[in-house]
């Protein structure tokens, strides 16, 4: 039984904190999670964790974004408690895909990449392009501030009658002598308004034109339409304001998200579950071939092949645009050989599916005679069951870092590796100051 600890948790995974919490040999903390009517979330603990550690186990499956402010009250409610040190369980980390901004070939950072056939539809690019050497300046954007300036003044230089009539004159000039009369308050106001409602006029006349010679004298990137939030460092920088001091979470989508962080970061690793599942569930793993279906994931597959003794392949996917739509289809290529073997196909998170279906498809084409999917974290959200039940993947292995009770009654391919035990080892060993390299280990 591990003393001074308390084990808070969320209600994104009960049957997760239940786990750890039996491994750790200590009662879950009683905790009231609810909502008011409007929707917003109510926490209160209903137990002292005064100088204690708590550690708030909160995955980030089904409603992310209402599962994260709830950690985030969680954290600051024990903080606000004099809380000694409060640790973040995050078995999968809401938002680890949006962990900087995805940028195209030419290097610009865009949500999806432009290509030429595109609907031009231009926005407001801050700078024109800065010519070569050698080349012409290019005539720049002539809709500026002063470029209006310097056309009001022309059109009041150039109309005596406006100039005369212009606010300043006649709000002032009826007082040089003496006070003023009705009349001449009332030809003065009208004097003012027929002078606004002029140089309104021209001034829209001008900006107008000036905007159509910009329009045709410079035109933006057509890759400039929006700009990416960085969700990735918002997320970082929430959980620390809150008051975490430390985060647990394993198969970060993107290890760089580590540096986002001020406290310390333990990312866990999930392929040694998997590669224990290879060498206890697969006969004759070593005639197997393990397959990452995207150079993303090569290096996490590789790590598991070479611990292994196993062939590695690569499934490489370049995306060409269309000139029927808008859409770009993505052409996938085996490298490697797969004829007459079992390919297993090795990713850290499924959320569609549509990768790991299309290169089971491939695979198949291939002459693999099975093709099993192993993954560390099954999202699965929404048709993603009835594609992996219509696809030629003929087993899916996947661990419980989201709940997976309801995908298990819908998809007969589908097998649940347990992690409870993974993140109780790391819980106890960080409390106790100790090591948790071991849990690093393939071996």
């Given at each position: 039984m591990v003393?001074n600890i308390?084990?808070?948790?969320?209600?994104?995974?009960p049957?997760?904190?239940?786990?750890?919490?039996?491994h750790?040999g200590?009662?879950p903390?009683n905790i009231?999670?609810?909502k008011?009517?409007?929707?917003?979330?109510?926490?209160?603990i209903k137990e002292?964790v005064?100088?204690?550690d708590?550690?708030?186990i909160?995955?980030?499956g089904g409603?992310v974004?209402?599962?994260?402010?709830?950690l985030?009250i969680t954290?600051?409610?024990?903080k606000t408690?004099?809380a000694?040190?409060v640790?973040?369980?995050?078995?999968?980390?809401?938002?680890?895909?949006q962990?900087?901004?995805?940028?195209?070939?030419?290097g610009?950072?865009?949500?999806?990449s432009?290509n030429?056939?595109?609907k031009?539809?231009?926005?407001?690019?801050?700078r024109?392009e800065?010519?070569?050497?050698g080349?012409?300046?290019s005539?720049?954007?002539t809709?500026?501030v002063?470029?209006?300036h310097?056309?009001l003044?022309k059109v009041?230089l150039?109309?005596?009658a406006?100039?005369s009539s212009s606010p300043?004159?006649?709000r002032?000039g009826?007082?040089?002598?003496?006070?003023?009369?009705?009349s001449?308050?009332?030809d003065?106001?009208?004097?003012?308004?027929s002078?606004?409602?002029?140089?309104?006029?021209n001034s829209?006349?001008?900006?107008?034109t000036?905007?159509?010679?910009?329009?045709?004298?410079?035109l933006?990137?057509?890759?400039?339409?929006?700009w990416?939030a960085?969700?990735?460092?918002?997320?970082?920088?929430?959980?620390?304001c809150?008051?975490?001091?430390?985060?647990?979470?394993?198969?970060?989508?993107d290890?760089?998200?580590q540096g986002?962080?001020d406290i310390p970061?333990d990312?866990?690793?999930?392929?040694?579950?998997?590669?224990?599942?290879?060498?206890?569930?697969?006969?004759?793993?070593q005639?197997?071939?393990?397959?990452s279906?995207?150079a993303?994931?090569?290096?996490?597959?590789?790590?598991?092949?070479d611990g292994?003794g196993?062939?590695?392949?690569l499934?490489?996917?370049?995306r060409?645009?269309?000139?029927?739509?808008?859409?770009?289809n993505?052409t996938?290529?085996l490298v490697?050989?797969v004829a007459d073997?079992?390919a297993i196909l090795?990713?850290?998170l499924a959320d569609?599916?549509?990768?790991?279906?299309r290169?089971?498809?491939?695979?198949?084409?291939?002459g693999a005679?099975?093709v099993?999917?192993l993954l560390?974290?099954?999202?699965?959200?929404?048709?993603?069951?009835?594609?992996?039940n219509a696809s030629a993947?003929?087993k899916?292995v996947?661990?419980?870092s989201v709940p997976?009770?309801?995908?298990r009654?819908k998809?007969p391919k589908?097998?649940?590796?347990e992690?409870?035990t993974?993140?109780?080892e790391a819980?106890?060993?960080v409390?106790?100051?100790e090591?948790?390299s071991v849990l690093f280990?393939y071996d």
């Open positions: 003393r308390v084990v808070l948790g969320g209600s994104s995974h049957q997760l904190n239940e786990t750890i919490c039996n750790l200590i009662p903390a009231l999670l609810s008011f009517s409007v929707g917003e979330t109510r926490v209160e002292s005064r100088g204690k708590v550690y708030i909160q995955s980030g409603p974004n209402d599962h994260l402010m709830e985030l954290i600051s409610a024990c408690a004099s000694r040190q640790t973040a369980v995050l078995p999968l980390f809401p938002y680890s895909r962990s900087d901004i995805p940028y195209d070939k030419t610009a950072p865009l949500t999806k432009s030429r056939y595109s031009p539809e231009f926005t407001f690019d801050s024109p800065t010519p070569h050497p080349q012409p300046e005539a720049g954007l809709n500026g002063d470029g209006l310097k056309s003044v009041q150039d109309d005596p406006s100039n300043q004159s006649a002032f009826h007082y040089t002598n003496g006070t003023p009369k009705r001449d308050t009332m003065s106001s009208k004097s003012e308004l002078g606004r409602q002029r140089n309104f006029s829209s006349i001008n900006n107008s000036a905007q159509g010679d910009s329009k045709n004298a410079f933006s990137l057509p890759g400039y339409k929006q990416v960085q969700a990735g460092t918002l997320v970082a920088d929430l959980l620390t809150a008051g975490a001091d430390h985060i647990i979470t394993m198969d970060l989508h290890p760089q998200y986002f962080f970061v990312n866990l690793y999930g392929r040694p579950l998997l590669k224990r599942y290879i060498q206890y569930n697969i006969p004759d793993y005639q197997a071939v393990i397959v279906p995207d993303g994931g090569a290096k996490r597959a590789t790590a598991i092949a292994l196993m062939d590695f392949a499934i490489h996917k370049e060409r645009p269309t000139r029927i739509t808008d859409r770009q993505a996938m290529m490697g050989d073997r079992l090795v990713d850290d569609t599916s549509n990768t790991i279906t290169a089971a498809k491939l695979l198949k084409k291939e005679t099975k099993y999917a560390t974290h099954g999202v699965l959200s929404g048709d993603a069951i009835e594609r992996i993947l003929d899916v996947v661990t419980n997976q009770e309801e995908h009654k998809c589908l097998e649940v590796l992690i409870g993974v993140f109780a819980i106890r060993r409390h106790h100051g090591s948790i280990q």
